[in-house]
């Protein structure tokens, strides 16, 4: 059976989030729906991470195996009209061997968080960013965050009901960058905990808000109890910008 990458975008505000449920539409499920019109094969369709509800991608992987070949560039075509009206796209699809997993083959993956700092409320980003109206030191929150960079126990900013076995992580990248009125957030790592990045973005605007310094953000990483995480930044700030394989 061929398999193909896809490479996929998406405005998670409607739905549940990308790994189907049963209290709601995925993003996984709209995708596999479309599949199954256009080549009823067995199996579903893989990501390379499973963001939560009202997260958005603009570079989600998925990988999947259909029953006979596609031209890719007809595959993406077909995908996309089957998806209509759903705010759902395959940018890409591409024909690989069969030992690519979307998941497994994974080098890195790559998120923004932006933050909108203004008074005044959103409208066209309404959804898709976090509003924060007190003025961030984007510089000051970017100090603080080198002090995350590297391999530690990251039990502060992992979700309560996250099921991964350890909670060490090896984080590649924290920058964060005013532009205007907006303060993004990168954050890159083989792979992440359970609202890791949500976390340590909703502990940073403590930081850049004057609540912390430094040294608390520091405090809290090194207590491994996720009661010491500052809170957690909206799921509609955050999207999936890349997988590296």
């Known amino acids: 059976m061929p398999r193909y990458k896809l490479v996929i975008e998406y405005d998670g505000t409607d ?3 990308w790994q189907r449920q049963a209290n709601g539409l995925s993003v996984q499920e709209v995708i596999e729906r479309a599949l199954a019109r256009l080549d009823p094969a067995p199996g579903g369709l893989r990501g390379a991470g499973r963001t939560d509800a009202g997260v958005h991608a603009t570079a989600q992987v998925g990988h999947v195996d259909l029953s006979r070949e596609w031209r890719p560039d007809k ?50 980003d309404s959804g898709n960013a976090w509003l924060v109206k007190r003025r961030l030191d984007s510089q000051t929150m970017h100090e603080a965050a080198q002090l995350l960079l590297g391999r530690h126990d990251f039990s502060t900013f992992r979700d309560s009901d996250c099921q991964a076995e350890n909670p060490v992580r090896t984080l590649d990248r924290l920058d964060v960058r005013r532009q205007g009125d907006e303060i993004h957030v990168y954050a890159s790592a083989r792979a992440f905990l359970h609202r890791q990045v949500r976390s340590m973005v909703g502990s940073l605007e403590h930081v ?10 520091q405090a809290a990483l090194e207590a491994c109890d996720r009661a010491r995480c500052g809170q957690v930044a909206p799921a509609a700030g955050l999207y999936l910008i890349g997988v590296d394989y």
């Open 208 to 217: 850049g808000s004057g609540k912390w310094r430094a040294e608390d953000l």
């Open 75 to 124: 595959l993406r075509e077909a995908l996309n009209a089957q998806m209509r009206p759903e705010k759902v796209a395959i940018l890409l699809a591409e024909a690989v061997s069969d030992d690519f997993d979307a998941r497994f083959s994974a080098k890195a993956r790559h998120y923004l968080y932006r933050i909108v700092n203004r008074r005044a409320p959103l409208t066209f």
């Open 15 to 17: 739905y549940v989030g």
